[in-house]
């Protein structure tokens, strides 16, 4: 499985910016998708999953209520809606794809490469 993350920029607090990821080799319907995001000298951050089957979704609580993941699965592919962006969610964005059920983030196999994200205050 391939994915290509875009969709990144630069934005001021309190904007939006809408992330995709799209899947190729592979329908998205036997994936569980997530964003995770990476900022400068953390470690990887989990932000969002939608779960396959069934397509629950689960947020960090660092995001929840500002950030809404979805998928498309006719298009294979899935995005972030992030609203009311902060100086504190600049990081590299990274979408992932699972085989497992509900994963830990060592049973991310798939990575996209990356979009950038930087909210200026």
């Known amino acids: 499985v391939q994915l290509q993350a875009s969709g990144g920029g630069l934005v001021q607090a309190g904007d939006s910016l809408r992330l995709s990821c799209a899947a190729s080799?592979?329908?998205?319907?036997?994936?569980?998708m997530a964003w995770f995001r990476q900022a400068p000298g953390k470690e990887r951050e989990f932000l969002a999953r939608?779960?396959?089957?069934?397509?629950?979704?689960d947020y960090a609580d660092s995001v929840k209520g500002r950030f809404t993941i979805s998928r498309d699965n006719t298009k294979n592919t899935i995005n972030l809606q992030m609203n009311s962006l902060k100086p504190e969610d600049t990081a590299v964005y990274y979408c992932?794809?699972?085989?497992?059920?509900?994963?830990?983030?060592?049973?991310?196999?798939?990575w996209g490469q990356g979009t950038l994200v930087t909210v200026s205050s």
């Open positions: 939608t779960i396959w089957p069934g397509g629950n979704t």
């Open positions: 080799g592979q329908s998205i319907t036997a994936l569980t």
């Open positions: 992932a794809a699972s085989t497992w059920y509900q994963p830990t983030i060592s049973q991310y196999v798939y």
